[in-house]
T-cell receptor, first 117, second 113 residues
Framework: EAQVTQNPRYLITVTGKKLTVTCSQN?????MSWYRQDPGLGLRQIYY???????DKGDVPEGYKVSRKEKRNFPLILESPSPNQTSLYFC????????????????FGPGTRLTVL | QQQVKQSPQSLIVQKGGISIINCAYE??????FPWYQQFPGKGPALLIA?????SEKKEGRFTISFNKSAKQFSLHIMDSQPGDSATYFC????????????FGKGTKLSVIP
């Protein structure tokens, strides 16, 4: 089944304890992205990746890191989580990353609900 | 700067009625306007999308109306059903860019029997 998977689905942690949220897609997509969803603020992009070893900041990158060593995986790293990073996080992927190749549907994972105490 | 403004924030519609959600954008370089539907506990999923070379696109009970001069687009759900209860996000992106989607803040739709 074609899908985007995220782990863990739920995580409660404490301030300053490093954590990683994994994201994996089995559709051979080039483009991957991380969003956070907060009430009243909608979906805001954290980081995105156009392909392996190519990443760039989205709208709210502060406090986050990403890496793209393999095409299928795009982990989100919080080196020193803070309570304002409590949120619902979504990973998404799209088939193509470059202009002129049509419009891309983004496929979203099921989400990771993170609570930082 | 919010590039895509969505309204209303929440909407309650009777079963069988028409649900209308509106969005306005600022960046004239946007040329792809999708709507995503999100059910509780799930990730958003593409519902319907439109390009600015057409003024309307219909898929079943869902219709996007697009007004390029006003920089506005809207989602109409005809014969709304309780199963349509979800959060709806409009979005916009540029074909010439990196396929980044700029989302509206979302509308929580509740269809009551």
């Amino acid at each position: 089944e074609a899908q985007v998977t995220q782990n863990p689905r739920y995580l409660i942690t404490v301030t300053g304890k490093k954590l990683t949220v994994t994201c994996s897609q089995n559709m051979n997509h080039e483009y991957m992205s991380w969003y956070r969803q907060d009430p009243g603020l909608g979906l805001r992009q954290i980081y995105y990746s156009m392909n392996v070893e190519v990443t760039d900041k989205g709208d709210v990158p502060e406090g986050y890191k990403v890496s793209r060593k393999e095409k299928r995986n795009f982990p989100l790293i919080l080196e020193s989580p803070s309570p304002n990073q409590t949120s619902l996080y979504f990973c998404a992927s799209s088939p193509q990353a470059f202009p002129g190749q049509g419009y891309n549907e983004q496929f979203f994972g099921p989400g990771t609900r993170l609570t930082v105490l | 700067q919010q590039q895509v403004k969505q309204s209303p924030q929440s909407l309650i519609v009777q079963k069988g009625g028409i649900s209308i959600i509106n969005c306005a954008y600022e960046n004239t370089a946007f040329d792809y306007f999708p709507w995503y539907q999100q059910f509780p506990g799930k990730g958003p999923a593409l519902l319907i999308a439109i390009r600015p070379d057409v003024s309307e696109k219909k898929e079943g009970r869902f219709t996007i109306s697009f007004n390029k001069s006003a920089k506005q687009f809207s989602l109409h759900i005809m014969d709304s059903q309780p199963g349509d209860s979800a959060t709806y996000f409009c979005a916009a992106s540029r074909r010439a860019g990196s396929y980044q989607l700029t989302f509206g803040k979302g509308t929580k739709l509740s269809v009551i029997p």
